[in-house]
C-alpha cells in the first residue's frame, strides 16, 4: 500500500495481476469502512475483498511471524508521518555519515549484515536495493544499508560487500558503528544466536523533509510496491 487519504475514504495501492481482470498496476480504491484505514500506514503489505468499487475485510498481512516465533515491537519505534531523528554512522570509506546531511533527498534505510547465510533474507535486501539503485539513476534518492553485525562488519569489510554489489558510493552507503539504537528506532529486534544474527526485516522510507513516509516490512515485498512507493515519495515536494 502507497497511500492512505482519510478525507477521501481511499487507499493507495501496487498490486499483482489479477488474471482476467487487470494487469499489475497503482490505483486507488474506495474503503468500505472509514474505521478500517486507522490500523493502515504507507508500505504496509494488505490483502481485501474488492466488492463492486469497494475495498472490503481489509486485513494486513502479518510479516513478523516465523514458523514458531513472533518478533516484539520496539518500543522506540518511530511512527508513520513522524521526523526521523538525526544520526551518524560511519560508510564504507571510513567516512561519517549522518542523516541530516541528506535532508532535500528521499532516504531508503534498511538493515542488513554481509555473513548473513540466508539468501532469502539480507542478500535479498541487497538486491533489491541494488535494482532501485539501476531503476533510480537520480540524486534525488539516497540508499541506507546498516549492518547489524558492527564488531565483524568493519568499514573495510563493507566496501568489499559493496563492490559485489556494484554500488556507487554517491547513492548508496554502507554504514556501521553503534548501529542498536538506530536500528531499534526504525523497528529491529536482533540478537546472536548459534553463530547468526536472528532478526526481523525493515526497510524505511524518508521523505525530503526527514519524515518516515513509510516502513515496509520483511524481506519477501514485492520489488515493484518498494519501486512505487520510492516514485511517489520522490513526485511529493
Known amino acids: 500500500m502507497l497511500s492512505v487519504?482519510?478525507?477521501?475514504?481511499?487507499?493507495?495501492?501496487?498490486?499483482?495481476?489479477?488474471?482476467?481482470?487487470?494487469?499489475?498496476?497503482?490505483?486507488?480504491?474506495?474503503?468500505?469502512?472509514?474505521?478500517?484505514?486507522?490500523?493502515l500506514a504507507p508500505g504496509a503489505r494488505i490483502e481485501f475483498n474488492l466488492r463492486g468499487q469497494a475495498a472490503h475485510r481489509i486485513r494486513v498481512v502479518e510479516t513478523r511471524r516465523t514458523e514458531d516465533f513472533?518478533?516484539?515491537?520496539?518500543?522506540?519505534?518511530?511512527?508513520?508521518?513522524?521526523?526521523?531523528?538525526?544520526?551518524?554512522?560511519?560508510?564504507?570509506?571510513g567516512r561519517p555519515f549522518s542523516l541530516a546531511s541528506q535532508r532535500g533527498r528521499v532516504v531508503l534505510v534498511n538493515f542488513l549484515y554481509t555473513r548473513c547465510p540466508l539468501p532469502e533474507v539480507c542478500p535479498r535486501l541487497a538486491?533489491?536495493?541494488?535494482?532501485?539503485q539501476r531503476r533510480f539513476p537520480t540524486e534525488d534518492l539516497m540508499l541506507v544499508s546498516i549492518t547489524l553485525d558492527p564488531t565483524f562488519d568493519t568499514p573495510e569489510v563493507l566496501a568489499r560487500y559493496a563492490a559485489t554489489m556494484r554500488a556507487r558510493?554517491?547513492?548508496?552507503?554502507?554504514?556501521?558503528?553503534?548501529?542498536?539504537?538506530?536500528?531499534?528506532?526504525?523497528?529491529?529486534?536482533?540478537?546472536?544466536?548459534?553463530?547468526?544474527?536472528?532478526?526481523?526485516?525493515?526497510?524505511?522510507?524518508i521523505d525530503r523533509q526527514g519524515r518516515l513516509a513509510a516502513m515496509v516490512e520483511g524481506s519477501q515485498y514485492r520489488l515493484e510496491q518498494l519501486t512505487d512507493l520510492v516514485r511517489q515519495t520522490l513526485a511529493r515536494d
Not at 7 to 34: C, D, N, W, Y
Not at 76 to 92: A, H, I, M, S, Y
Not at 127 to 132: D, E, I, K, P, Q
Not at 174 to 200: K, M, Q, S
Request: proline residues 7%; glycine residues 6%; hydrophobic residues 45%.
Open 127 to 132: 538486491a533489491s536495493f541494488a535494482s532501485l
Open 169 to 205: 558510493v554517491d547513492r548508496w552507503r554502507f554504514l556501521t558503528g553503534d548501529t542498536g539504537p538506530v536500528a531499534r528506532r526504525f523497528g529491529l529486534v536482533h540478537w546472536a544466536e548459534e553463530g547468526v544474527i536472528v532478526h526481523n526485516s525493515q526497510t524505511a522510507v
Open 70 to 93: 513472533e518478533f516484539p515491537r520496539s518500543a522506540e519505534e518511530l511512527k508513520v508521518g513522524q521526523p526521523v531523528p538525526d544520526f551518524t554512522l560511519t560508510d564504507q570509506a
Open 5 to 39: 487519504d482519510p478525507a477521501a475514504q481511499t487507499i493507495l495501492v501496487s498490486h499483482r495481476a489479477v488474471e482476467g481482470v487487470m494487469p499489475a498496476m497503482v490505483m486507488p480504491f474506495r474503503v468500505a469502512k472509514a474505521r478500517s484505514l486507522t490500523t
